[in-house]
């Protein structure tokens, strides 16, 4: 059962395998032990030279201590100021601020090495001796002015002749660095780093804001409206990333106390809404359906029968079973007005002119039923895949997908009972979700917008049946909050076609403008609708809903005549594009 273990016998072990191989290597002596008086000492190596010549430079220190009677004093020198200047500057032997005779205030580190201690040893990255007390520092620290000085008592006298403006110390014996510069007056320095500082730039708006509420009793001497809406604007600039014409263009359109609340709306992201398709489920159905798998959620409002709000969920709204089902349908809240503002009928002849991404299309379906025919027409071919995309998802059977230009599409096809355009626009309602908007906006994009957006208005007009017995309406909205693009564009529609302002059907927002600045616009104007984001926590909205008077033909709505273009300077003949795709008609 194995070999018996004896406890007081100890087996003598051999060399190993190692010291076999290697005859005498359990024998060997270390070869310094048997060096020859007389010989040259062993070579050392280079940490070992770096400790003997700092143990060396200690030593003189300390006697030199000795000699002079005192006790070397500790501190800080400017005896390092020459890394502060340019290499070239150094090589030519240019020094600023040196004032000493021939020889005083250099540096002992900056002096060719001696022969019998620092020639021997290697050169480091810097040009300087690995053996140096300069290798110890960091070259950011050298630059600084940040190493220990040689207490000597030639380098003690040195400091005593320098000048304080040499020295470049503090009280302290810090050293600092003067860098030349042109002189910044004070107003601007302080109003920079004024800037700097969020916190005092807020706390300047809210003072400017009171003073601007009570100028009368709280202005300052010599100082006007102007001057304190100017250093307004600044701050609020600098405080929430706009630029300077969006920001003036915003206080034109709100007051200051409205200003800030829409400012600060719009650095919060709305929240998530969905509708409900009734053509396969509904409201109640899908709500229960969703709790189920973990979604908070509630009503959008009583102005919404379909739309839902979703707080949080435990599983990805845009992936669920009931998505991918086509139960519904990812839509904001201001998506949904347009819509209901037109209220299209079953059986009408519908024409949504700017579709994509087709969410107000398969809207107007879940109204009609899917009875009647949609025109869903888009410019873009390329964002036409997403609205037939969801199209086919929502079970949609009435559409016709088609793209053209918006301007010439009275030419294509006429006659149509209602009419809707979600014109494209500047996107200055729906800054939460794209804040590229803030910087991105000038004069001349609002300008090209506006132009665009009448032609589209007045194609729109001609393109609906006045002689329609249950419609003849035209229902114009943006995402924009500038009046440029609302109010102006709609009052030049109602100069030059015959139309009128009818009410949109919208139970909520804020009456359009009838006056801005010094524009006067129709009276009938104050029809029209207005969303904010901090008046009613959607995206920034304008609806408009016109309807085309009997008798307007004379002005050109019949489809195919060059009158009833309604595009101002557009060429003759010219030429649309195709058809590119079509869901199958109606059933």
Excluded at 350 to 376: E, F, H, R, S
Excluded at 392 to 406: D, E, F, P, Q, W
Excluded at 423 to 435: F, H, L, M, R, Y
Excluded at 508 to 516: I, K, L, Q, S, V
């Amino acid at each position: 059962m194995g070999r018996r273990l004896e406890v007081g016998k100890r087996a003598v072990r051999g060399p190993g395998r190692k010291s076999r191989k290697q005859k005498g290597a359990e024998t060997e002596i270390n070869p310094e032990l048997l060096a020859v008086e007389g010989s040259d000492p062993p070579r050392l190596k280079s940490r070992q030279r770096k400790r003997a010549l700092k143990r060396k430079r200690s030593a003189v220190r300390e006697d030199a201590g000795r000699v002079g009677g005192e006790t070397p004093e500790k501190g800080f020198s400017d005896e390092n100021k020459r890394w502060l200047f340019p290499a070239s500057k150094r090589a030519m032997g240019v020094e600023r601020g040196e004032t000493g005779g021939e020889g005083e205030g250099e540096d002992a580190s900056l002096r060719p090495p001696s022969s019998d201690s620092d020639s021997d040893l290697p050169l480091d990255d810097f040009g300087g001796s690995s053996g140096s007390e300069a290798e110890e520092l960091l070259p950011a620290e050298q630059a600084t002015g940040t190493r220990r000085t040689r207490n000597t008592a030639q380098d003690r006298g040195e400091g005593e002749d320098s000048s304080e403006e040499d020295r470049e110390t503090t009280g302290e014996g810090e050293p600092t660095i003067n860098i030349g510069g042109p002189d910044i007056p004070e107003d601007i320095d302080q109003e920079s780093q004024g800037d700097g500082d969020l916190r005092l730039v807020h706390s300047r708006i809210q003072e400017t804001v009171a003073i601007l509420s009570d100028f009368g009793s709280r202005r300052e001497q010599g100082r006007d409206r102007q001057d304190y809406l100017a250093a307004l604007r600044h701050d609020l600039c600098t405080y929430y990333s706009y630029n300077a014409y969006l920001m003036g263009c915003l206080m034109d359109v709100y007051p200051l106390t409205q200003l800030i609340e829409f400012l600060e709306a719009n650095e919060i992201q709305r929240p998530v809404t969905i509708r409900t398709n009734t053509l396969k489920t509904r409201r109640r159905d899908l709500a229960q359906a969703l709790i189920n798998r973990g979604v908070n959620l509630d009503p959008l409002g009583k102005w919404s029968k379909t739309g839902l709000v979703i707080f949080d969920s435990a599983v990805p709204i845009g992936a669920t079973p009931e998505y991918l089902a086509g139960h519904y349908i990812l839509q904001g809240a201001s998506s949904l007005l347009p819509v209901i503002s037109l209220s299209p009928q079953e059986g009408e002849k519908v024409l949504d002119m700017c579709c994509a991404p087709g969410g107000k299309t398969t809207y107007c379906a879940q109204l009609m039923k899917n009875t009647g025919v949609i025109v869903a027409n888009d410019s873009n071919s390329d964002r036409l895949r997403s609205v037939v995309g969801n199209l086919h998802r929502l079970g949609v059977t009435n559409a016709i997908v088609c793209s053209y230009k918006g301007q010439d599409f009275p030419r294509v096809m006429g006659g149509f009972d209602r009419v809707l355009l979600d014109a494209p626009c500047s996107g200055t309602g729906v800054i939460s979700k794209d804040p590229g908007v803030k910087t991105n906006k000038e004069d001349i994009t609002i300008k090209k917008c506006a132009q665009l957006q009448k032609q589209l208005l007045l194609a729109a007009i001609d393109s609906v049946d006045s002689k329609s017995p249950t419609g003849g309406y035209v229902v114009y909205s943006t995402c924009s909050v500038m009046v440029e693009e609302n109010e102006w564009v709609v009052d030049y529609a109602l100069k030059k076609r015959h139309v009128k302002l009818v009410p949109t059907g919208l139970e909520f927002g804020n009456d359009g403008f009838t006056r801005f600045r010094d524009r006067r616009f129709h009276p009938s104007l104050c029809l029209s609708r207005r969303f904010s984001p901090h008046s009613h926590n959607m995206d920034g909205f304008f609806v408009a809903k016109l309807r085309k008077l009997p008798g307007a033909e004379g002005q050109g709505s019949a489809p195919g005549s060059a009158k009833g273009q309604g595009v101002e300077g557009r060429a003759a003949g010219s030429k649309v594009g195709p058809v590119t795709a079509a869901v199958s008609a109606e059933k």
